[in-house]
């Protein structure tokens, strides 16, 4: 918090979740009886802005999970692990903590976070499917012709030079007509130090993140999937990437929002968790 009223996180506490290599992650749980979903954030975001959709699924009795990856949010910041193989593991570790391994619950992710569940879900002995929203297929090697020309694009902006006053005005207008609550979530990526504004995502872990979505193409692992998949796609840039998701993947359908932000997760909320229930359903389905 600043004088200049930055939105505070005012959500359920986290709780403290060690890894395998004691790395301590931020993860909001809310308890119930019902299958469990862990929600994933994307690259340089954070937990909050599942915040409705968390919410949802828990008023219809479900154990819900919304997991800050380290170095986001209000997990620990270590200097190594920031790359997708590392959050996937990390992932199977909060379900294993959370007693949930058992449970068989449904993992979730957004963007960046997308390629981790699908990572995540090779494990099916722990996951029972995931959904990927707006990404999953993210393979920025196919997009550029070296790691120096995706950095040189795709590196997050500097912000520091600007008032934190003048920022938290730039994200409200941003999302002006989305729900209560979206913009907070968004500042929740940022932080302020010394009065300047700066991403709570350390520069050099962001790129390290990126070298992975540059590297490591998720089709490898389509076809050691075998739980039920959905993908939400925002957009239709991506249509072939998706097409090779859907006939590659044993188990997988796809919904499109043509017309919907990457942000879907928060930008459309109910949505989002009516999806997530009808995988539930098949992966209920396919168990029985």
């Known amino acids: 918090m ?34 469990p979903f862990v929600l994933v954030h994307g690259l340089a975001s954070n937990a909050l802005l599942w915040r409705t959709v968390a919410e949802s699924l828990h008023a219809q009795g ?12 209000r997990s620990e910041r270590p200097y190594v692990g920031h790359n997708t193989a590392q959050a996937a593991d990390d992932l199977d570790a909060v379900a294993s903590a959370l007693g949930w391994e058992g449970r068989r619950p449904i993992a979730v992710g957004q963007s960046w976070g997308g390629n981790v569940v699908l990572r995540a879900a090779r494990q099916q002995s722990v996951w029972g499917g995931a959904v990927a929203v707006d990404g999953g297929w993210i393979h920025l090697g196919s997009r550029f012709p070296s790691f120096d020309t995706c950095w040189e694009q795709l590196a997050p902006p500097d912000l520091s030079d600007r008032p934190p006053a003048d920022v938290i005005a730039w994200i409200r207008s941003m999302v002006a007509d989305w729900p209560d609550g979206s913009a907070a979530a968004i500042a929740g990526n940022l932080e302020v130090r010394a009065g300047s504004v700066h991403n709570r995502l350390a520069r050099e872990h962001h790129r390290s993140i990126l070298h992975s979505l540059w590297t490591d193409d998720p ?47 928060l930008q459309h909320p109910q949505a989002v968790s009516e999806q997530l229930l009808r995988l539930l359903q098949r992966v209920e389905g396919s168990t029985s």
């Open 2 to 35: 600043t004088p200049l009223d930055w939105p505070p996180d005012s959500w359920v506490d986290p709780r403290t979740v060690p890894v395998t290599d004691g790395t301590q992650l931020a993860v909001r749980v809310l308890e119930g009886d019902g299958p």
């Open 62 to 73: 479900h154990a819900v999970a919304a997991v800050d990856l380290r170095g986001h949010g």
């Open 219 to 265: 089709a490898d692992l389509y076809p050691d999937i075998a739980v039920p998949i959905h993908l939400m796609v925002a957009g239709t840039s991506t249509s072939a990437d998706v097409d090779r998701a859907r006939s590659t993947i044993a188990d997988a359908t796809v919904t499109w929002y043509p017309d919907a932000h990457h942000d879907l997760h």
